[in-house]
Protein backbone atom coordinates (compact mmCIF):
# COMPACT_ATOMS: atom_id res chain seq x y z
CA UNK A 1 0.00 0.00 0.00
CA UNK A 2 1.10 3.55 -0.47
CA UNK A 3 1.64 6.10 2.09
CA UNK A 4 2.86 9.56 2.22
CA UNK A 5 5.02 11.52 5.28
CA UNK A 6 4.91 15.35 5.03
CA UNK A 7 8.50 16.23 7.40
CA UNK A 8 6.95 18.76 8.70
CA UNK A 9 3.50 20.19 10.36
CA UNK A 10 4.25 23.64 10.76
CA UNK A 11 6.27 25.96 8.77
CA UNK A 12 6.43 29.55 9.73
CA UNK A 13 8.44 32.20 7.02
CA UNK A 14 8.71 35.38 6.71
CA UNK A 15 6.83 37.23 3.81
CA UNK A 16 8.98 37.74 0.55
CA UNK A 17 11.27 34.64 1.81
CA UNK A 18 11.43 30.83 -0.02
CA UNK A 19 9.96 28.33 1.06
CA UNK A 20 10.08 24.41 0.42
CA UNK A 21 7.68 22.14 2.04
CA UNK A 22 9.12 18.13 2.40
CA UNK A 23 7.04 15.44 1.37
CA UNK A 24 8.30 11.54 0.83
CA UNK A 25 6.37 8.66 -0.58
CA UNK A 26 6.64 4.53 -0.19
CA UNK A 27 4.70 2.75 -3.13
CA UNK A 28 5.58 -0.83 -4.60
CA UNK A 29 4.55 0.73 -7.99
CA UNK A 30 4.39 3.51 -10.53
CA UNK A 31 2.46 6.74 -8.72
CA UNK A 32 0.91 9.93 -9.64
CA UNK A 33 1.57 12.96 -7.26
CA UNK A 34 -0.26 16.09 -6.20
CA UNK A 35 -0.17 18.93 -4.40
CA UNK A 36 -3.54 20.21 -2.65
CA UNK A 37 -3.93 23.86 -0.74
CA UNK A 38 -6.83 24.28 2.12
CA UNK A 39 -7.26 27.94 2.49
CA UNK A 40 -8.70 28.87 5.81
CA UNK A 41 -12.49 27.31 6.51
CA UNK A 42 -12.71 25.91 2.86
CA UNK A 43 -12.38 22.90 1.01
CA UNK A 44 -9.05 21.47 -0.89
CA UNK A 45 -8.37 22.26 -4.44
CA UNK A 46 -5.43 20.95 -6.47
CA UNK A 47 -2.41 23.16 -6.37
CA UNK A 48 -0.35 21.26 -8.92
CA UNK A 49 0.07 17.33 -10.46
CA UNK A 50 2.78 15.02 -11.40
CA UNK A 51 1.61 12.30 -14.33
CA UNK A 52 4.29 11.70 -15.90
CA UNK A 53 6.62 13.27 -18.41
CA UNK A 54 9.01 16.66 -17.21
CA UNK A 55 9.64 16.20 -13.49
CA UNK A 56 9.47 20.00 -12.40
CA UNK A 57 6.04 20.90 -12.15
CA UNK A 58 4.24 23.98 -12.18
CA UNK A 59 0.95 25.02 -10.36
CA UNK A 60 -0.98 27.76 -9.35
CA UNK A 61 0.13 31.30 -7.49
CA UNK A 62 3.76 30.49 -8.70
CA UNK A 63 4.14 27.22 -6.78
CA UNK A 64 6.46 24.73 -8.40
CA UNK A 65 7.61 21.30 -7.04
CA UNK A 66 9.97 18.50 -8.21
CA UNK A 67 9.48 14.81 -8.74
CA UNK A 68 12.70 12.87 -7.38
CA UNK A 69 11.93 9.13 -7.99
CA UNK A 70 15.24 8.03 -6.24
CA UNK A 71 14.65 9.75 -3.61
CA UNK A 72 10.69 9.30 -3.83
CA UNK A 73 10.34 12.67 -2.80
CA UNK A 74 8.04 15.15 -4.03
CA UNK A 75 8.24 18.77 -2.24
CA UNK A 76 6.68 21.86 -2.98
CA UNK A 77 8.64 25.28 -3.63
CA UNK A 78 7.62 28.56 -4.13
CA UNK A 79 10.69 31.37 -4.24
CA UNK A 80 8.80 34.29 -2.22
CA UNK A 81 5.78 33.78 -0.22
CA UNK A 82 2.95 36.15 0.17
CA UNK A 83 0.80 36.77 2.98
CA UNK A 84 -2.19 35.17 1.14
CA UNK A 85 -0.31 31.47 1.03
CA UNK A 86 -1.12 31.06 5.18
CA UNK A 87 -2.53 27.86 4.55
CA UNK A 88 -2.67 24.28 4.63
CA UNK A 89 -0.47 22.12 2.24
CA UNK A 90 -1.69 18.61 1.50
CA UNK A 91 0.66 16.05 -0.63
CA UNK A 92 -1.29 13.04 -1.71
CA UNK A 93 -0.35 9.92 -3.85
CA UNK A 94 -2.15 7.68 -5.91
CA UNK A 95 -0.81 4.75 -7.52
CA UNK A 96 -1.12 3.74 -10.88
CA UNK A 97 -3.87 1.38 -10.90
CA UNK A 98 -7.58 1.48 -11.34
CA UNK A 99 -9.77 2.76 -8.91
CA UNK A 100 -7.45 3.00 -6.10
CA UNK A 101 -8.77 6.15 -3.76
CA UNK A 102 -6.08 9.01 -3.44
CA UNK A 103 -3.85 9.10 -0.15
CA UNK A 104 -3.26 12.24 1.77
CA UNK A 105 -0.40 13.66 4.33
CA UNK A 106 -1.29 15.31 7.12
CA UNK A 107 -0.81 18.62 6.03
CA UNK A 108 1.75 20.84 6.42
CA UNK A 109 0.80 24.51 8.12
CA UNK A 110 2.12 27.25 6.28
CA UNK A 111 2.24 30.41 8.32
CA UNK A 112 3.27 33.68 6.26
CA UNK A 113 4.62 36.18 8.88
CA UNK A 114 4.56 40.40 7.72
CA UNK B 1 -20.25 26.60 -11.34
CA UNK B 2 -21.96 24.56 -7.86
CA UNK B 3 -19.22 21.83 -8.50
CA UNK B 4 -19.75 19.65 -5.09
CA UNK B 5 -22.47 20.81 -2.40
CA UNK B 6 -22.24 19.67 0.76
CA UNK B 7 -25.74 19.99 2.98
CA UNK B 8 -25.71 20.77 6.30
CA UNK B 9 -22.49 22.94 6.60
CA UNK B 10 -23.29 22.68 10.79
CA UNK B 11 -24.47 20.12 12.74
CA UNK B 12 -25.03 19.78 16.68
CA UNK B 13 -26.04 15.69 17.55
CA UNK B 14 -26.51 14.26 20.54
CA UNK B 15 -24.59 11.25 21.36
CA UNK B 16 -26.75 8.25 20.05
CA UNK B 17 -28.03 10.28 17.35
CA UNK B 18 -28.61 9.48 14.00
CA UNK B 19 -27.83 11.87 10.33
CA UNK B 20 -27.33 12.29 7.15
CA UNK B 21 -24.95 14.09 5.07
CA UNK B 22 -25.58 14.92 1.90
CA UNK B 23 -23.46 15.07 -1.34
CA UNK B 24 -24.24 16.55 -5.05
CA UNK B 25 -21.74 16.91 -7.66
CA UNK B 26 -22.84 18.50 -11.49
CA UNK B 27 -19.32 17.65 -12.82
CA UNK B 28 -20.78 14.12 -14.32
CA UNK B 29 -18.23 12.54 -12.10
CA UNK B 30 -17.85 9.23 -11.66
CA UNK B 31 -16.21 8.53 -8.52
CA UNK B 32 -16.98 10.09 -5.02
CA UNK B 33 -15.56 9.74 -1.75
CA UNK B 34 -16.12 10.85 1.85
CA UNK B 35 -13.18 12.25 4.30
CA UNK B 36 -12.55 13.70 7.66
CA UNK B 37 -10.41 16.02 9.02
CA UNK B 38 -9.16 16.38 12.14
CA UNK B 39 -6.28 18.66 13.82
CA UNK B 40 -2.99 16.73 13.20
CA UNK B 41 -4.37 13.89 11.02
CA UNK B 42 -5.07 15.15 8.00
CA UNK B 43 -7.38 13.39 5.56
CA UNK B 44 -8.60 10.37 6.36
CA UNK B 45 -10.76 8.29 3.74
CA UNK B 46 -14.22 7.28 4.93
CA UNK B 47 -15.97 5.55 1.74
CA UNK B 48 -15.56 5.85 -1.88
CA UNK B 49 -17.77 5.00 -4.40
CA UNK B 50 -15.36 4.24 -7.75
CA UNK B 51 -18.92 4.03 -10.00
CA UNK B 52 -22.66 4.02 -9.56
CA UNK B 53 -23.68 1.18 -7.86
CA UNK B 54 -20.36 0.17 -5.67
CA UNK B 55 -19.14 1.19 -2.38
CA UNK B 56 -15.70 0.59 -0.58
CA UNK B 57 -14.45 1.37 2.38
CA UNK B 58 -11.98 3.64 3.16
CA UNK B 59 -9.50 3.93 6.55
CA UNK B 60 -11.88 4.94 9.09
CA UNK B 61 -15.28 3.23 7.99
CA UNK B 62 -16.90 2.16 11.23
CA UNK B 63 -19.96 4.27 12.60
CA UNK B 64 -21.03 4.57 8.56
CA UNK B 65 -22.74 3.95 6.45
CA UNK B 66 -23.16 5.36 2.87
CA UNK B 67 -25.29 5.38 -0.26
CA UNK B 68 -24.59 6.25 -3.58
CA UNK B 69 -28.25 7.43 -4.60
CA UNK B 70 -27.25 7.69 -8.20
CA UNK B 71 -24.17 9.47 -10.00
CA UNK B 72 -24.44 12.59 -8.66
CA UNK B 73 -25.49 12.14 -5.09
CA UNK B 74 -23.47 10.25 -2.04
CA UNK B 75 -24.33 10.47 1.10
CA UNK B 76 -22.95 9.48 4.50
CA UNK B 77 -24.82 7.96 7.75
CA UNK B 78 -24.18 7.91 11.22
CA UNK B 79 -26.64 6.14 12.67
CA UNK B 80 -25.56 6.24 16.54
CA UNK B 81 -23.39 9.37 16.88
CA UNK B 82 -20.61 9.51 19.45
CA UNK B 83 -18.27 12.34 20.31
CA UNK B 84 -15.12 10.70 18.12
CA UNK B 85 -16.97 11.74 15.19
CA UNK B 86 -16.87 15.09 15.95
CA UNK B 87 -14.81 16.17 13.12
CA UNK B 88 -14.91 18.18 9.30
CA UNK B 89 -16.43 16.26 6.95
CA UNK B 90 -15.73 16.44 3.30
CA UNK B 91 -17.43 15.20 0.25
CA UNK B 92 -14.86 14.90 -3.22
CA UNK B 93 -15.29 13.52 -6.68
CA UNK B 94 -13.33 13.16 -9.58
CA UNK B 95 -13.61 11.72 -13.01
CA UNK B 96 -10.85 9.81 -14.36
CA UNK B 97 -8.44 7.98 -12.47
CA UNK B 98 -6.04 10.89 -12.59
CA UNK B 99 -6.29 12.26 -8.86
CA UNK B 100 -7.81 14.90 -10.03
CA UNK B 101 -10.36 15.52 -6.81
CA UNK B 102 -13.02 18.26 -6.26
CA UNK B 103 -13.60 18.91 -2.62
CA UNK B 104 -17.45 20.86 -1.35
CA UNK B 105 -17.17 23.47 1.69
CA UNK B 106 -17.15 21.06 4.09
CA UNK B 107 -19.50 19.53 7.11
CA UNK B 108 -18.65 20.66 10.63
CA UNK B 109 -20.74 18.30 12.85
CA UNK B 110 -20.25 18.48 16.68
CA UNK B 111 -21.64 15.12 18.90
CA UNK B 112 -21.98 16.29 22.32
Known amino acids: AQSVTQLDSQVPVFEEAPVELRCNYS??????LFWYVQYPNQGLQLLLK??????LVKGINGFEAEFNKSQTSFHLRKPSVHISDTAEYFCAVLTRMRNTPLVFGKGTRLSVIA | NAGVTQTPKFQVLKTGQSMTLQCAQDMNHNSMYWYRQDPGMGLRLIYY???????DKGEVPNGYNVSRLNKREFSLRLESAAPSQTSVYFC???????????FGEGSRLTVL
Open chain 1, 27 to 32: SSVSVY
Open chain 2, 49 to 55: SASEGTT
Open chain 2, 92 to 102: ASSGLNTGELF
Open chain 1, 50 to 55: YLSGST
